[in-house]
């Protein structure tokens, strides 16, 4: 297990700010809850919005930091996340669109209060219009998503990308299926990831993954020239991603979920500015009507 560290800020305070940040994204998130001033008509049209302010007030209470994955049907999201939490807590059927909602597991191997692992539906599933919305909108509520590919990046992949570094959260590009090339094809895809991804994301942030363990014939020949095959189960690597999200979580730690929650809450605030103004706008027409 990952030791579990608190971050340090410069002045040696460890770990101060990150709870001031926390302590202001709470308030924030319970003034939207309950501001008096928000028509009723309003806040029913918002429902589902103020649902995912409760949720998210919960996540910060329980000090929760959520880790989501992205990406096409079948490139692995739910072995990589299985990898991960060293348990097979997600589905990985063969069928295409199997994971149809959020599915959600803790991740016990970092030392830390509430790192959970959420995997959702492919965003290229054919008439799958609903679970392409909420896979993004899962992704848009966690701290880190990691967005998955099993080869070179597609114009869907890219645009689903592009949505979400947009929304400032950090993102890791994770090219899983590694074992299916060799060493110099390895690093020409990666090389051709870096390149395409530009300006998106930095390159330390794209790793590359086996996220599924397979069976493996290894040849051996002994002095007499006879061959015997031995079969041998290869376990799955993700070690160079685990690193990763603990240099993040312990860098980074608390002030991810804080910035999270202000991020929502300032785009809700909007929505609700929004939905007020159209309210006493179709008040004061009917009036001078």
């Known amino acids: 297990k990952k030791p579990r ?55 910060i209470e329980q000090e929760e930091i959520h880790i989501s994955v992205l990406g096409r049907v079948s490139v692995g999201k739910s072995s990589l996340l299985n990898a991960l939490i060293g348990d097979q807590r997600f589905s990985t059927s063969p069928l295409h669109g199997e994971t149809r909602e959020a599915a959600y597991g803790k991740w016990s191997e970092y030392e830390a209060d509430g790192v ?7 965003i290229n599933e054919v008439d799958g219009v609903e679970r392409e919305r909420l896979a993004r909108e899962i992704a848009g509520r966690s701290d880190i998503v990691l967005f998955v590919l099993d080869g070179d990046i597609t114009e869907t992949e890219h645009q689903a990308l592009r949505t ?28 051709a990831l870096e390149t395409r991804t ?33 079969e041998r189960q290869v376990p799955p690597d993700v070690q160079s991603l685990k690193e990763l999200l603990w240099q993040i979580l312990e860098r980074e730690g608390k002030t991810l979920s804080a910035l999270n929650a202000t991020l929502f809450a300032g785009q809700l605030s909007e929505r609700v500015s929004e939905r007020v103004m159209q309210a006493r706008q179709r008040v004061a027409e009917k009036l001078i009507h």
């Open 164 to 191: 979400v570094t947009e929304s400032g959260r950090p993102v890791i590009l994770v090219l899983n299926k590694a074992d299916r090339y060799t060493a110099t094809e390895l690093r020409e895809l990666i090389d």
């Open 5 to 59: 560290t608190l971050p340090v800020t410069e002045d040696g305070c460890s770990g101060e700010l990150d709870d001031n940040h926390l302590s202001l994204a709470r308030e924030s998130l319970r003034q939207l809850l309950h501001d008096q001033r928000v028509p009723e008509t309003v806040r029913q049209s918002l429902q589902q919005d103020y649902l995912q302010v409760q949720k998210m007030l919960e996540k």
């Open 116 to 122: 959970i692992l959420i995997d959702t539906p492919g």
């Open 198 to 230: 530009a300006g998106l994301l930095p390159a330390s942030q794209i790793i590359a993954v086996t996220a599924q363990g397979h069976r493996k014939i290894y040849v051996t020949v002994d002095d007499l020239g006879n061959e015997t095959e031995t």
